[in-house]
């Protein structure tokens, strides 16, 4: 049997997808769903269209069908190829703008500027890094001092335990409480002296 429905369709002056779902119904009735899609169409709000439906006995719609979805199948040919227009515009305007902007950034920097920026992004990174992770500078400079009081307080130690002279050496040495975290090498020092300046007590009894 021939029809002419296809060439209907083709006669609809459409691009894109024309998705057909029929279904029969007990009573004879048939449901068909009528539904345009352009996967071309990137634009959201086009997918967002809803299918045609309609409804009838089989003859009622070879009577109305393609009058009922010619319309509103060139108005949604229209959208699409408006939506597609106005797709490649906005590309072509992103596209453009950026290019604009390279221009103007090429021009405005002065060689050696990026590499400036970088030297200035390092500084500020390696700036931000010491404030969050290392002391503060006036905790620095305190124990950069402590270190220098207690090194040479040691130093004087040993320059007294070498003249034998353990008394004022142990009265100079540096408490523990003061340098805990020196309080072991402290601890030994002392211990050391003690021993020496018995021993050199013992030794002057001879004499």
Known sequence: MKTNFFENIAGLGYNGNLNLTITKHDNGELA??????????????????????????ATELDEG????????????????????????????????????????NKSAKPK???TANTDDDDNDEAEETETLFTQPL????????RKSAYDELMK????????CKYDEAIALMP????????????TRKSAELQKRKAMYDELKKDF
Not at 70 to 78: E, Y
Not at 175 to 186: G, H, M, T, V
């Open 175 to 186: 408490k523990a409480d003061d340098y805990p975290e020196k309080a072991e090498e402290i």
């Open 32 to 57: 068909v769903s009528v539904l345009l899609a352009n996967d071309k169409i990137s634009d959201t709000a086009g997918k967002a269209i809803p299918p045609m439906l309609l409804r009838g006995i």
């Open 156 to 163: 004087q130690v040993g320059e007294l335990n070498q003249q």
């Open 65 to 104: 069908f393609f009058e009922a979805i010619a319309t509103p199948i060139i108005s949604t040919a229209k959208l699409f190829a408006n939506m597609d227009e106005y797709q490649k515009g906005l590309d072509k305007a992103k596209l453009n703008s950026k290019q604009e902007q390279d221009k103007k």
């Open 138 to 145: 006036d905790d620095k400079l305190k124990k950069e001092e």
């Open 112 to 114: 050696g500027e990026a």
